[in-house]
């Protein structure tokens, strides 16, 4: 009876109520699809095609997909993308929820403090690339080095040397995305219950208990969006790279996104170009969506 | 909230939106006003704000004659900007850029063939000139605007402190190298000096560019023309393998000094050891003349001519082209322009400097003028010099990027591990550069 009743009310079409969101997200749908999501679709129609724009595209099917997977450049850039990505994730989060916990709090000292741990994130990755060069010299001028050489180390050629060159680009990865991942947990840390922390106290847990069996658990949300966005970023690591070391010394900092860029802009291989994009797509997608699916099944339990 | 304020809100929103899209729009286009004008050329050029202030003076006397107008465009990141231009199918009418790029363009079909005859003033351009802007077909795809040669820029006052020569062969090179590295050149009384400085990266090719002209003076090639119009490469010869050998034996992995520090990650941006005053030596094309001038000054350093190695001293010439873009139907206004570029006029105006500016034109295609003497500066004959007695280009008929890349990934990572066997590494270029060769159906 109750299902005779509402059926014709539905058969009204959509109530103005659900169209307003609609209208309100149409001009960013439009902007999305027309900057967006179009050139990504001519990306991927791209990718099966050897790209001559005035002669003609030829189709060559997957022959730029084979061309791309087969190439020891990509394969070995794939390791590197996957040391890389992972290094600055997890590195970004560790050192983002460390600060977390230092700078937690209301005073103002702190909110300065907070303010200038930000900057890395506000700033070109180009300014921050010269910057870390500068610090990265490889001899005792360099700060870095000089710092080494109180300790009697060094002078260090980080970035040209093939064996830290990795390393070092991912630790400036950190230093640029720890603050962002700060922010999200000193949110998350902020809806911690004051009082778990007390009757902690009372009971007389040690600090890793306390954050073991509190902080963690209670940030954990804020910890599933740092990881989601890390699952995202990861991969696409290419600006920090690329102002950086341009992959080099021999290859040895190249990731999936630089080697995509030389294929397409040094050698004019747009179809291996967007071939190599649409893979790293298509990863990408599926390591959100098994990120995602992990952290919603956590949740529901 | 009122439904009148809501609906406030909401038109706030779209227009918004709209202004949104009109400003998205304006920055997307062909850019500029009158591009659709048949009486406005949309001209390109590779150039930073510095250098297009010279095009401006170029193109404000080119309107002032001819009343053509010219909606100029000067484009930093040149090759991804085109590119992005190509795949819409709507090219700039004029554009100027590197000589070695016009295989590359060609292969594309981004470039409208040239009749030298329907240049005016084509005589007054050397046939060596016209030579090097013929493609494949045996048809021209440019007219020669610019060209240069490289040469060696060293620190005169380092030399007269330490009782030494500008070198003339490898070995002076290498002695001086670290004369400069070693004996405290600027008198600071620390070791903080170096001999020559490398962009040895192999971003952008550069690996194989500054390193070009030592193959070429050490009897090696990286392709040759078969005469047929075919192409083999040669980068497995005993000569290449010698070079390549030397370079990273004494330059990359010798004394410690002989090259700046970070030389196998530096590009030419970064490679800025002879303006900061800290290395001696520098193998590089004039236009960094006017810069050097200021830093390390005009009195600090001189030009050269390029060490001379066991083949030879012939050293990298580049220049740049004007090209027309395809299919556009201003063949009339684009002709006029090319004929004013490479004229007396038109060429003077480019090698002028105004206000500090970069002069544009570095060695001139038009025969009739003097770059020494236009610019009342002797040192540009020792470039002139060079560019007409020492110098080669790359090939510019087949598309040498992928070719260039190559070489430069290869001896980047030759200069990096100073262990590596060059030959072995050398076969492998060789491979790798048979495949594009036969990727552009030119391997012999």
Not at chain 1, 235 to 249: A, D, H, K, N, S
């Amino acid at each position: 009876m109750t299902a005779t009743v509402t059926a014709p009310a539905r058969r009204r079409g959509p109530s103005k109520k659900a169209v307003l969101p609609w209208l309100f997200l149409a001009p960013g749908l439009l902007l999305a699809v027309v900057f967006k999501f179009l050139p990504m679709g001519k990306g991927i129609w791209l990718s099966f095609f050897k790209v001559r724009p005035f002669l003609g595209d030829k189709w060559v099917g997957l022959d730029n997909y084979t061309r791309v997977l087969s190439d020891h450049r990509f394969q070995d850039a794939i390791g590197h993308t996957l040391v890389l990505g992972v290094g600055i994730s997890l590195g970004a989060i560790l050192v983002g929820f460390l600060l977390a916990l230092l700078l937690e709090g209301q005073a103002r000292s702190l909110k300065i403090m907070r303010t200038a741990v930000f900057l890395p994130v506000v700033t070109a990755t180009a300014v921050v690339g010269e910057l870390w060069r500068l610090m990265y010299y490889p001899t005792s001028d360099g700060l870095v080095n000089s710092a080494l050489g109180f300790l009697g180390i060094g002078p260090v050629p980080f970035l040209d040397n093939p064996d830290t060159a990795l390393w070092a680009t991912m630790v400036m990865g950190i230093w640029m995305a720890a603050p962002y991942n700060m922010v999200i947990i000193l949110a998350g840390l902020a809806g911690v219950d004051r009082s778990l922390y007390e009757a902690a106290a009372m009971d007389g847990v040690s600090l890793w208990q306390r954050l073991r069996y509190i902080t963690l658990p209670a940030i954990r949300p804020a910890l599933g969006v740092v990881l989601t966005l890390a699952a995202i970023r990861g991969l696409r690591v290419f600006t920090e790279v690329y102002v950086l070391t341009g992959g080099g010394p021999a290859g040895s900092t190249d990731v999936w996104m630089t080697r995509a860029y030389t294929l397409g802009f040094s050698r004019n291989d747009l179809g291996g170009a967007s071939a190599a994009s649409v893979v790293l797509l298509c990863v990408t997608l599926l390591l959100t969506v098994t990120v995602n699916y992990f952290r919603k099944r956590g949740d529901v339990r | 909230m009122g439904d009148r304020q809501r609906r406030r809100r909401l038109a706030a929103a779209l227009a918004a939106a709209g202004l949104a899209f009109g400003t998205a729009a304006c920055g997307s286009g062909s850019g500029g006003t009158g591009s659709g004008d048949p009486n406005t050329l949309e001209v390109w050029t590779r150039s930073d704000p510095d250098s297009a202030a010279t095009y401006d003076r170029i193109f404000a006397a080119f309107t002032k004659k001819t009343g053509i107008k010219i909606d100029y465009q000067p484009v930093v990141n040149f090759d991804q900007q085109l590119q992005a231009r190509a795949s819409t199918k709507d090219l700039p009418d004029v554009m100027i850029n590197d000589t070695a790029l016009m295989g590359s363009y060609q292969s594309q079909g981004l470039l409208k063939p040239i009749d030298p005859e329907s240049i005016a003033g084509h005589g007054q351009i050397s046939a060596k000139s016209w030579s090097s802007t013929v493609g494949l077909d045996g048809k021209h795809y440019g007219i020669p605007y610019s060209r240069q040669a490289m040469t060696l820029m060293i620190r005169k006052d380092w030399l007269k402190k330490l009782g030494l020569k500008a070198p003339a062969t490898w070995q002076q090179m290498l002695d001086v190298a670290k004369a400069f590295a070693d004996r405290d050149p600027d008198g600071d009384g620390k070791k903080d000096t170096y001999g020559i400085v490398a962009p040895g990266s192999a971003m952008n090719g550069y690996a194989a560019w500054w390193g070009a002209g030592f193959l070429w003076q050490g009897g090696a090639q990286i392709i040759e023309p078969d005469g047929k119009g075919r192409y083999r490469p040669t980068m497995d010869s005993a000569a290449a393998v010698r070079t390549v050998t030397w370079m990273k034996d004494n330059l990359f992995c010798g004394a410690r000094g002989v090259l700046q520090p970070g030389a196998v990650s530096a590009v030419t941006g970064t490679a800025t050891n002879f303006q900061d005053g800290n290395a001696g030596m520098y193998m590089t094309g004039p236009y960094n003349i006017t810069s050097f001038d200021t830093t390390p000054g005009k009195n600090t350093y001189e030009v050269v001519p390029a060490p001379a190695g066991p083949a030879g001293s012939d050293v990298l010439a580049e220049g740049e082209n004007v090209y027309f873009g395809a299919r556009t139907g201003k063949t009339g206004q684009e002709q006029a322009l090319a004929a004013f570029l490479v004229s007396a006029e038109g060429q003077k105006i480019g090698m002028t400097s105004v206000d500090g500016h970069q002069p544009v034109v570095r060695i001139p295609t038009n025969s009739t003028l003097d770059a020494a003497k236009v610019r009342g500066d002797a040192r540009w004959s020792v470039v002139q010099k060079a560019y007409e007695t020492a110098s080669e280009q790359f090939p510019n008929a087949p598309d040498f990027a992928p070719i260039k890349q190559d070489t430069a990934d290869s001896l980047n990572a030759l200069f990096t591990y100073c262990g590596s066997d060059v030959r072995s590494g050398l076969k492998e270029l060789n491979e790798t550069l048979a495949g594009d060769l036969k990727d552009q159906d030119l391997l012999k």
